[in-house]
């Protein structure tokens, strides 16, 4: 059973849970330290990437990076083999250690004693010679007389061999002329045919020669190609092996996680939850809240789930079985939370009549507007633009459905114009836009730039002359969103080009700082740009309506809808009992 809370109110230890590292998300960051300036203790538990620190504390807010479960079976292994040696390093082997030489406990008994070597010595060669037949002295000495030889013939053996008195020379000077002759003619033609076989028999060596290199080149040449195909034939079949069995592995821990309702980051900050013994679990989007809310219920805590979209209908391309499962999902456990936080009123509205629910409460995503923060540079200054030309700025993340394509070709039609992208590139959509862009000759023109601090967006962006958000109509998610991009250009003071989407027409028809115009066509956001920077002071709020904008719309206000929401958990107040969500 779920215990239940006290219901004294006080300061709480609220753990939040988010599947990213927690280094750009200003909302969570915002939200954070909304609490703890509250009074609360807020630990944000993250997912590790790359070398951030797995433990840091900002402005009050503990942050815990954990590593997830891996899908890769091979770091899974690895993962496992680590946790059970004890070891850090995943490269780290076992180093075998040197022999220790130990002294022999009786030290007398090993020293070599010189004598004793002698008396052995003397021993063995006399029982080697008692194994000799025994002969009699005096025979001994006749038979090695017998053996040496006499003087006499040691003489002989020296003495040189006499020469010869007669020579095959003077032999052929005592034969007659004409046999000479005849004797030296055959001479010489027996040295002719000699040297025309000497020479006959070399060329026919050299061309059998270079016959065998050939054929042994040829034989060398056919055996490397052939070890090269087996050689490639090998490694791509062991690059199959791995492969296949990586993805069996990945699939394996799919659908263990598919059953447990958990994924590979969820499993990890699960048991990590369970040590910081929170009193609050605030889990952000769907993608925590099974092991948010499967945490909170083994810590006896109360569970918030802050849905930052329609998750149900948001800009993805899940299969039919991924969305059944996660609306399964999201409807078993926001059920269970004890209260839910949205984005927006439309959102607000469109899951209370859907899951039967009360009214989640609105936190805006709202900038942290302070007009005292001067950033150290301007979009202006950073692309080297001159106060003369047409600057249009784009804030954002730089992805897929954004109608990023559709402004670089309204470049092509609009000679002056500049468009800077500010945020996150998605690498592949930022490829697409470039390539656009160098085909259109508008390369130039288009300037990516990297994010910003949250505190300083505001007043980064304030030197552009119109801010656009072609936000493509996809989901339902982005027909209710209400970006953050758009309250931080409207404080910055800079009038507002927006897709014909229900929350931000609302919000521009109301206070006049923009125009709406048609997403999908080029042309038309060409027009829009154009109209909203010639007629940029009728849409620019005067800075009484933008203190008012920023009181009722500003992330002030909404970190005081936050308190609040955490104030009436912990009040005494009659509510609900916990204890029906324990099943």
């Given at each position: 059973?779920?215990?239940?809370?006290?219901?004294?109110?006080?300061?709480?230890?609220?753990?939040?849970l988010?599947?990213?590292?927690?280094?750009?998300?200003?909302?969570?960051?915002?939200?954070?330290?909304?609490?703890?300036?509250?009074?609360?203790?807020?630990?944000?538990?993250?997912?590790?990437?790359?070398?951030?620190?797995?433990?840091?504390?900002?402005?009050?807010?503990?942050?815990?990076?954990?590593?997830?479960?891996?899908?890769?079976?091979?770091?899974?292994?690895?993962?496992?083999?680590m946790?059970?040696?004890?070891?850090?390093?995943?490269?780290?082997?076992?180093?075998?250690?040197?022999?220790?030489?130990?002294?022999?406990?009786?030290?007398?008994?090993?020293?070599?004693?010189?004598?004793?070597?002698?008396?052995?010595?003397?021993?063995?060669s006399?029982?080697?010679?008692?194994?000799?037949?025994?002969?009699?002295?005096?025979?001994?000495?006749?038979?090695r007389?017998?053996?040496?030889?006499?003087?006499?013939?040691?003489?002989?053996?020296?003495?040189?061999?006499?020469?010869?008195?007669?020579?095959?020379?003077?032999?052929?000077?005592?034969?007659?002329?004409?046999?000479k002759?005849?004797?030296?003619?055959?001479?010489?033609?027996?040295?002719?045919?000699?040297?025309?076989?000497?020479?006959?028999?070399?060329?026919?060596?050299?061309?059998?020669?270079?016959?065998?290199?050939?054929?042994?080149?040829?034989?060398?040449?056919?055996?490397?190609?052939?070890?090269?195909?087996?050689?490639?034939?090998?490694?791509?079949?062991?690059?199959?092996?791995?492969?296949?069995?990586?993805?069996?592995?990945?699939?394996?821990?799919?659908?263990?996680?598919?059953?447990?309702?958990?994924?590979?980051?969820?499993?990890?900050?699960r048991?990590?939850?369970?040590?910081?013994?929170?009193?609050?679990?605030?889990?952000?989007?769907?993608?925590?809240?099974?092991?948010?809310?499967?945490?909170?219920?083994n810590?006896?805590?109360?569970?918030?789930?802050?849905?930052?979209?329609?998750?149900?209908?948001?800009n993805?391309?899940?299969?039919?079985?991924?969305?059944?499962?996660?609306?399964?999902?999201?409807r078993?456990?926001?059920?269970?939370?004890?209260?839910?936080?949205?984005?927006?009123?439309?959102?607000?509205?469109?899951?209370?009549?859907?899951?039967?629910?009360?009214?989640?409460?609105?936190?805006?995503?709202?900038?942290?507007?302070?007009?005292?923060?001067?950033?150290?540079?301007?979009?202006r200054?950073?692309?080297?633009?001159p106060?003369?030309?047409?600057l249009?700025?784009?804030?954002?993340?730089?992805?897929?459905?954004?109608?990023?394509?559709?402004?670089?070709?309204?470049?092509?039609?609009?000679?002056?114009l500049?468009?800077?992208?500010?945020?996150?590139r998605?690498?592949?959509?930022?490829?697409?836009?470039?390539?656009?862009?160098?085909?259109?000759?508008?390369?130039?023109?288009?300037?990516?730039?990297?994010?910003?601090?949250?505190?300083?967006?505001?007043?980064?962006?304030?030197?552009?002359?119109?801010?656009?958000?072609?936000?493509?109509?996809?989901?339902?998610?982005?027909?209710?969103?209400?970006?953050?991009?758009?309250?931080?250009?409207?404080?910055?003071?800079?009038?507002?080009?927006?897709?014909?989407?229900?929350?931000?027409?609302?919000?521009?028809?109301?206070?006049?700082?923009?125009?709406?115009?048609?997403?999908?066509?080029?042309?038309?956001?060409?027009?829009?740009?154009?109209?909203?920077?010639?007629?940029?002071?009728?849409?620019?709020?005067?800075?009484?309506?933008?203190?008012?904008?920023?009181?009722?719309?500003?992330?002030?206000?909404?970190?005081?809808h936050?308190?609040?929401?955490?104030?009436a958990?912990?009040?005494?107040?009659?509510?609900?009992?916990?204890?029906?969500?324990?099943?």
């Amino acid at each position: 059973m779920r215990q239940e809370r006290s219901t004294e109110s006080g300061p709480m230890h609220v753990v939040m849970l988010v599947n990213n590292p927690c280094v750009n998300d200003s909302r969570v960051i915002k939200s954070a330290e909304a609490l703890s300036e509250a009074g609360h203790r807020v630990t944000v538990v993250c997912r590790q990437f790359g070398e951030l620190p797995a433990r840091e504390e900002r402005n009050g807010v503990e942050y815990h990076r954990v590593e997830p479960v891996p899908l890769n079976w091979v770091q899974l292994k690895r993962r496992v083999r680590m946790t059970l040696t004890g070891r850090t390093d995943p490269g780290q082997r076992d180093i075998p250690q040197p022999p220790v030489h130990r002294p022999p406990q009786n030290a007398a008994a090993s020293t070599p004693i010189v004598e004793d070597d002698r008396s052995a010595t003397q021993e063995t060669s006399m029982s080697r010679g008692s194994d000799r037949s025994t002969v009699p002295t005096s025979e001994q000495t006749d038979a090695r007389c017998e053996s040496q030889p006499s003087d006499a013939e040691n003489d002989v053996r020296l003495s040189p061999e006499k020469p010869r008195t007669t020579s095959a020379r003077r032999a052929a000077q005592s034969l007659p002329d004409p046999v000479k002759r005849e004797v030296k003619h055959s001479v010489r033609i027996a040295k002719r045919v000699l040297k025309y076989c000497y020479s006959g028999t070399r060329w026919i060596l050299k061309k059998v020669a270079r016959g065998a290199k050939r054929t042994a080149k040829r034989i060398l040449a056919s055996a490397k190609r052939t070890a090269k195909r087996i050689l490639a034939s090998a490694k791509h079949t062991a690059k199959r092996i791995t492969r296949n069995a990586r993805l069996g592995g990945k699939r394996i821990l799919t659908v263990v996680y598919w059953f447990s309702e958990a994924d590979e980051f969820g499993t990890a900050a699960r048991r990590h939850i369970a040590e910081l013994a929170p009193d609050a679990v605030h889990a952000h989007d769907l993608t925590t809240l099974p092991a948010g809310g499967r945490a909170a219920k083994n810590a006896g805590a109360w569970l918030i789930y802050d849905s930052h979209e329609l998750e149900m209908h948001r800009n993805s391309s899940y299969p039919w079985f991924v969305r059944l499962r996660r609306r399964l999902l999201e409807r078993k456990y926001i059920r269970r939370a004890d209260a839910v936080v949205t984005v927006s009123e439309s959102i607000a509205d469109h899951l209370r009549s859907d899951y039967r629910i009360p009214r989640p409460t609105v936190v805006m995503n709202a900038p942290l507007f302070d007009a005292t923060i001067t950033p150290k540079t301007t979009v202006r200054q950073d692309i080297g633009l001159p106060s003369e030309e047409t600057l249009c700025v784009y804030v954002g993340n730089v992805t897929v459905n954004r109608g990023l394509e559709l402004v670089v070709q309204a470049l092509a039609s609009s000679p002056a114009l500049h468009f800077a992208t500010v945020g996150p590139r998605r690498p592949a959509t930022e490829a697409e836009l470039v390539a656009l862009a160098t085909e259109l000759g508008v390369r130039d023109r288009l300037h990516l730039i990297d994010p910003m601090a949250p505190n300083e967006v505001v007043g980064y962006i304030g030197t552009a002359d119109v801010s656009v958000l072609p936000i493509q109509n996809v989901c339902l998610s982005y027909y209710y969103c209400m970006p953050n991009k758009l309250l931080e250009s409207v404080f910055a003071g800079v009038p507002v080009a927006v897709a014909d989407l229900l929350e931000m027409r609302r919000f521009v028809e109301a206070n006049g700082c923009g125009v709406v115009m048609d997403e999908t066509d080029s042309e038309a956001i060409a027009r829009a740009i154009h109209h909203a920077s010639t007629e940029r002071d009728r849409y620019v709020l005067t800075p009484e309506r933008c203190k008012r904008l920023a009181e009722q719309y500003g992330w002030p206000t909404q970190a005081i809808h936050l308190r609040s929401m955490y104030s009436a958990l912990a009040a005494p107040m009659d509510r609900r009992s916990l204890s029906h969500r324990t099943a």
